[in-house]
T-cell receptor, first 114, second 115 residues
């Protein structure tokens, strides 16, 4: 079965630190890649997505992600985190061999200390 | 444009009972997907409906079922509830016509507690 892994279960950073959250997916032909965020008490929101073209995609709130096809990775980055970035981050994939549905990674909880 | 709405937001049931959850997609969206979110298993796909037909199904037992109405609203039913069904049930909608290159928009979820 196709799967998505996220490297870290819980990441703790201080404000202004740089962030990189890892995401790897199992090989499955053409893929579309997404990062969603779930702030405490709120619903899942789309941060950014990659369908095709420039492998470096920019999303909301200063986040960006890079698709590296050879590594089956789609890592999320932000140069300087804020306390308000405290949330759970989910990588998701769909595509040819994933069916119409999304496969989500287990999530990474980010805690940003003021 | 109004977002995805789910009702009720919270539910408490006992083992053996059944439950029905409702989801209203964003206006114009014809695809509705359901997910179960638990601390142990994360987000797992249940099924997707498009134009009143189940188009995709995840790996859940037959106790989990759904349907979609002509106005794209969807309901999910769980029969013979088990303790392990306690979870946050999320609904997501999308246009449904662009193949895989669609963004799903999520509702706030229904938190179900089975005692």
């Amino acid at each position: 079965a196709q799967s998505v892994s996220q490297h870290n279960h819980h990441v703790i950073l201080s404000e202004a630190a740089s962030l990189e959250l890892g995401c790897n997916y199992s090989y499955g032909g053409t893929v579309n890649l997404f990062w969603y965020v779930q702030y405490p008490g709120q619903h899942l929101q789309l941060l950014l997505k990659y369908f095709s073209g420039d492998p470096l995609v920019k999303g909301i709130k200063g986040f960006e992600a890079e698709f590296i096809k050879s590594k089956f990775s789609f890592n999320l980055r932000k140069p300087s985190v804020q306390w308000s970035d405290t949330a759970e981050y989910f990588c998701a994939v769909n595509g040819d061999n994933y069916g119409q549905n999304f496969v989500f990674g287990p999530g990474t909880r980010l805690s940003v200390l003021p | 444009k109004a977002g995805v709405t789910q009702t009720p937001r919270y539910l408490i049931k006992t083992r053996g009972q059944q439950v029905t959850l409702s989801c209203s997609p964003i206006s114009g969206h014809r695809s509705v997907s359901w997910y179960q979110q638990t601390p142990g298993q994360g987000l797992q796909f249940l099924f997707e409906y498009f134009s009143e037909t189940q188009r995709n199904k995840g790996n859940f037992p037959g106790r989990f079922s759904g349907r979609q109405f002509s106005n794209s609203r969807s309901e999910m039913n769980v029969s013979t509830l088990e303790l392990g069904d306690s979870a946050l049930y999320l609904c997501a909608s999308s246009w449904g016509t662009s193949g895989y290159q669609e963004t799903q928009y999520f509702g706030p979820g229904t938190r179900l507690l089975v005692l």
